[in-house]
């Protein structure tokens, strides 16, 4: 009985050798000065708006994007989220209450059914 290649192991070997890289040219940077003259050295990162909200598998993915200037589309039914559920703290109206929590679980069950085809998908 033979074994078959792993099919990921090509896949790990490239990963590594980038990490690896990527190790090379932080250490370059940090011996240079580079790293240290950076406004930020040393300190915490702010806190992105919104990362407590994401749910955990999609923070870093969704981060990356961002970082990239390509926003995923989900991350406006997020943001409308915050948007509605701001709007339904500072309601005082029970019809408009009403209205608010209708168009927030709407919006809930969309983004839920986009979440889970993209866990379906294997996308992210």
Do not use: V, Y
């Not at 033979?2 to 940077?29: C, G, K, V």
């Not at 240079?32 to 992105?48: H, I, M, R, T, V």
């Not at 168009?103 to 866990?119: F, I, M, N, P, S």
Request: a negative charge; aromatic letters at 4%.
């Amino acid at each position: 009985m033979s074994s078959s290649p792993d099919p990921n192991a090509h896949r790990n070997t490239l990963l590594r050798a980038q990490d690896d890289a990527i190790a090379e040219h932080l250490a370059a940077a940090l011996r240079s000065g580079e790293l240290q003259s950076a406004e930020s050295f040393g300190k915490p990162l702010a806190p992105d708006a919104g990362w407590d909200a994401t749910p955990l598998e999609f923070r870093l993915p969704f981060k990356i994007l961002k970082n990239a200037e390509l926003p995923p589309p989900e991350l406006a039914l997020f943001h409308e989220r915050a948007a509605l559920r701001e709007q339904l703290e500072a309601c005082s109206d029970d019809s408009g209450r009403h209205a608010l929590i209708a168009r927030l679980a709407e919006l809930e069950q969309r983004l839920a059914l986009r979440l889970e085809g993209l866990r379906a998908s294997g996308r992210l």
